[in-house]
């Protein structure tokens, strides 16, 4: 009911606006058709212009929410509930709208009854057919009128000349159809009567009308001072119904006016254009919808954005068609080369030797290579945004140390260089929160495993681990298998602690270098572009914050309007207070689910570094 009341206020104000301008600009100027058309548009302008709305779109942060925040206020709600009177609210918005019913239906009551009153006043009448017309001669003191192709008159009151002047008159009203101006301005009182304007607006449509068929009538007649003599002599005889068109309508004195009043000019017709500014300013002011649609995390380094993702598999099961309609499909797309060759098959038609090579257009390459009695497995060939090689892209997500201030950043990277680190971001703002009860401590995210299975040992891939520390001879381990200098260079529990570390490369003088790729240095340079990345988003986070400051206002203001509007009845009040317990009891129940959860994956953990042992 609430928008039906902004609509009903909107339309309101825009017959108002159209009422103004007709009445300071354009109402002295003899523009009577015009004036009909500009009228009658601004009524139907005001009807549909507050249904056209504008759309309006913002990108917002996604809010994040944890289990503390929903147990924080699931207890806050409770404690709300019980410190909150009940109070028996009046509700105001009730009785406008049924005052509002009864007096629209009043007033279609009114006009039902002038509808019944002009049927028995015609009822069983004789009627003249006169071209088109219908005429009615009454025995009875009534001022002439017109509904529609009816005019009804009283030939006993005026004399032959008179009476071909008031005939003309009506005549005109049923030729121009004014009968439907008149109910359309009936019908905007019933649902607008609460606007002044719309009264306004209907006399100003009814007297333009009596203008327009007195210009019209006069310009058919000789003699203009008959017509005026007929005018004056109609005074005396004003009864009649609300819904026609009667002689008399307006002032007479305002009618003679106008019909001695020299033409306007056409040049005062731009006019009418000063509407249009203002109609533009409504629209700005109240039509333009705003709608926050969320935006996509900012992330560590780039966004992650899934239409960028390329990839293509190749299985035991592939044909020598499918791989190249896939590399003729990289080429024209992605501009990659993507080279199948050195394919061996065994009896059943399964691929068990291959030769995989690609190269981008920025001069990426890689190969490969399998060779066997057995049908491979899946061969992934993936392009990542930046990233590009085989296997498959991963998330990496980073917490910070700080439990107040956690953040979540997703980083995409690929299969050799999988890390996880905790990251210390410190910022030099404060952050107000809206206090709340201390609540049970959520469980915190597992950390991700040690190593990447595939740094041992993973068929899909072929990975190559070349360790350099103290000048000694290298150490080069292959798939898993050292295939080159001496084990006792480092161990593999050493090797996981530096790739597992909290990337202080400055720890250990160890080199580890990953299929070409240098781990430590990759792990700098990661630290130093997540500070670059964090100070650069420390005005965006500024601004959030005040948003979120704001927003918790405008939610504390709309909580204690709440508070003061509480209509339900005490049971009511103790059953929300119970609803809000058991809720509270779940969510500490799901919550200890998710504690036994984190002890079972902990002791798979244990399980699998004790299988790898």
């Not at 019209?216 to 001072?225: C, S, V, Y």
């Not at 498959?392 to 260089?417: H, M, W, Y």
């Amino acid at each position: 009911m609430e928008s039906v009341f902004i609509y009903l206020l909107k339309s309101s104000g825009l017959i108002a606006v159209f009422y103004l301008a007709y009445h300071f600009l354009v109402r002295k100027e003899t523009f009577f058709n015009s004036n009909r058309w500009f009228l009658l548009s601004g009524l139907f302008t005001s009807l549909l212009l507050p249904l056209f709305v504008i759309k309006k779109i913002i990108l917002v942060e996604k809010p994040k929410l944890t289990m503390e925040d929903l147990v924080a206020y699931s207890q806050q709600s409770t404690r709300t509930i019980q410190d909150v009177p009940v109070v028996e609210a009046f509700d105001w918005m009730q009785l406008i709208w049924v005052s509002y019913v009864i007096i629209a239906c009043a007033l279609v009551i009114k006009i039902v009854f002038n509808f019944t009153s002009l049927y028995r006043m015609l009822y069983q009448q004789q009627v003249i057919k006169k071209e088109k017309f219908k005429l009615v001669n009454l025995n009875e003191n009534i001022a002439p009128f017109s509904f529609f192709n009816y005019i009804v008159y009283n030939s006993d009151l005026y004399s032959n000349d008179e009476l071909q002047s008031i005939l003309l008159h009506e005549k005109i009203h049923s030729q121009e159809k004014h009968s439907l101006d008149v109910l359309v301005a009936k019908l905007f009182c019933i649902v607008f009567w609460f606007n002044p304007f719309v009264w306004l607006y209907k006399k100003a449509i009814t007297q333009n009308l009596e203008y327009i068929a007195d210009q019209k009538a006069i310009e058919q007649l000789e003699d203009k001072k008959s017509y005026q003599r007929a005018l004056l002599k109609v005074v005396s005889h004003q009864s009649c119904l609300s819904i026609t068109n009667n002689f008399y309508q307006s002032l007479i004195k305002k009618r003679i006016v106008m019909l001695n009043k020299n033409q306007s000019h056409k040049r005062n017709s731009w006019k009418y254009a000063l509407i249009i500014p203002a109609l533009i300013g409504f629209v700005f002011l109240f039509q333009i919808k705003t709608i926050a649609q969320e935006k996509e995390a900012q992330t560590f380094g780039r966004k992650v954005q899934s239409d960028k993702q390329v990839g293509v598999t190749i299985d035991k099961n592939s044909t020598d068609a499918q791989m190249k309609d896939d590399a003729e499909r990289l080429k024209k797309e992605h501009g990659i080369t993507l080279k199948c060759s050195k394919v061996k098959r065994n009896s059943a038609g399964e691929i068990t030797g291959i030769k995989v090579e690609y190269k981008d257009k920025e001069g990426n390459k890689g190969v490969s290579q399998v060779d066997g009695k057995e049908p491979i497995k899946p061969i992934k060939f993936y392009k990542y945004n930046s990233s590009i090689g085989f296997g498959s892209p991963k998330q990496v997500r980073v917490f910070t140390n700080n439990r107040d201030e956690d953040r979540v950043i997703e980083l995409a990277i690929d299969d050799s260089t999988d890390v996880t680190s905790n990251f210390d971001f410190n910022f030099d703002f404060d952050i107000e929160t809206p206090e709340a009860p201390e609540a049970p401590e959520s469980p915190e995210a597992a950390d991700a495993p040690s190593l990447p299975k595939h740094f041992w040992n993973d068929a899909d891939s072929e990975t190559k681990i070349i360790v350099k520390k103290d000048g000694a001879k290298p150490l080069v381990i292959l798939n898993g298998k050292v295939i080159e200098g001496d084990e006792s260079v480092i161990s593999k529990k050493e090797l996981d602690e530096l790739i597992n570390s909290s990337g202080k490369s400055g720890d250990s003088d160890a080199q580890i270098i990953i299929n070409g790729k240098d781990v430590m240095k990759i792990r700098t340079d990661a630290m130093a572009n997540a500070k670059m990345q964090m100070k650069r988003l420390k005005p965006m986070m500024k601004r959030q914050m005040e948003l979120v400051r704001s927003e918790k206002g405008r939610a504390r203001a709309e909580m204690d309007k709440a508070r003061s509007e509480i209509d339900a009845s005490k049971p009511e009040m103790e059953k929300a207070k119970a609803e809000m317990l058991l809720a509270k009891e779940e969510m500490l129940k799901a919550k200890a689910e998710m504690d036994a959860a984190k002890i079972e994956l902990e002791k798979a953990r244990a399980e699998l570094k004790n299988q790898k042992k």
